[in-house]
């Protein structure tokens, strides 16, 4: 069914677009200080089918920091609740995403969570598979399965650019292994990880993935359950606690969606049990989430009441 454009949601992405002006595109990365930050578009996808958007929702973004959601389903599913909760914790941690304070102040040196990218590091780390080719093939299959989209791929472009740059990330690895977190070399590590996050796709896409978590792993087009339902509910518990970083607890009380950003300015939704959102506006705000993004879905929440609590 093609994806509808969609009067309402029109309006809405008109007003949030205002907001386009006070942010700013993420430019550590290269290749993505290249994004128009005045884009911003939406895609909003129901278990039926329907698919509802407004914006320019063909345009590829690339998972980055919204890969982390993924990548912790599949060792969920690859290692058990026990192994990944040994290695990386389950509380917020107020800090920024790429914060490197708190892994020196807490013992052991496990990561507060997943979602921040010392947490995200150790669970790339994780994912089985013989080598970093068949580790990366072994997700993006995922990725492939939760998105019913067999063309999603990754930019080579991306992938090179936070490869080359990623010093933040290599001191993250290097103080995780010195602590014996991190077992593999780092350069393979951050070759699989920086791959990860240039995984791309469209805000339909996004959309459909969102879905299977709001559907509690199941994705309601082919029936199929694509991870267990206690991998969903984890997952979205996350979305919710860190999944917006240190903007979390605002995003719960004004928004009440499980919902996961990424530096590239996409949110993906799981609205539970109603739908799946994907959002792509590259400005971002200071704490690295699209900054009209978070305003078209606190309009969408008010006016659709979508708030969870
Ligand atoms: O590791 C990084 O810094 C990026 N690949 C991902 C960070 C990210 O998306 C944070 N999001 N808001």
């Known amino acids: 069914m093609p994806c509808q454009s969609d009067i309402e949601l029109k309006k809405l992405v008109e007003e949030a677009k205002k907001f386009t002006q006070y942010g700013k595109v ?25 698919c509802f958007s407004a914006g320019d929702i063909e345009k590829k973004i690339s998972l980055q920091s919204i890969s982390k959601v993924i ?40 990561p507060l969570n997943p979602m921040i990218n010392a947490g995200a590091l150790v669970v790339t780390h994780m994912i089985q598979g013989e080598n970093v080719e068949e580790r990366f093939k072994r997700l993006l299959k995922f990725i492939q399965d939760l998105s019913g989209d067999t063309t999603v791929a990754y930019s080579e472009n991306v992938a090179r650019s936070e490869f080359e740059t990623a010093f933040l990330n290599r001191a993250l690895c290097y103080f995780l292994k010195q602590h014996g977190i991190i077992k593999e070399d780092v350069e393979q590590l951050l070759d699989l990880y920086t ?115």
């Open 26 to 50: 993420a430019d550590y990365i290269p290749e993505l200080g290249k994004a128009n930050p005045n884009d911003l578009s939406i895609a909003i996808n129901y278990p039926d089918g329907r």
């Open 71 to 110: 990548s912790l389903a599949l060792v969920l599913m690859d290692r058990g609740k026990d192994y990944v909760f040994e290695r990386v914790g389950m509380e917020p941690t107020g800090d920024p995403f790429n914060s490197i304070a708190k892994l020196e102040t807490t013992a052991p040196a496990k």
């Open 195 to 309: 791959k990860q996050c240039a995984i791309e796709m469209n805000c339909l896409d996004l959309a459909r993935m969102g879905i299977v978590f709001a559907m509690d792993g199941v994705d309601p087009q082919s029936g199929k359950q694509i991870m267990p339902v206690d991998v969903a509910r984890i997952c979205k518990t996350f979305m919710v606690t860190c999944g917006m970083y240190n903007a979390s607890g605002e995003f719960a009380i004004k928004i009440g969606i499980p919902a996961k950003s990424g530096v590239s300015g996409g949110i993906m939704g799981a609205v539970p049990g109603k739908f799946g959102i994907g959002i792509f506006g590259p400005a971002l705000d200071e704490k690295g989430n699209s900054i009209a993004g978070i305003k078209l879905l606190e309009f969408l929440s008010k006016k659709y009441q979508l708030s969870m609590f």
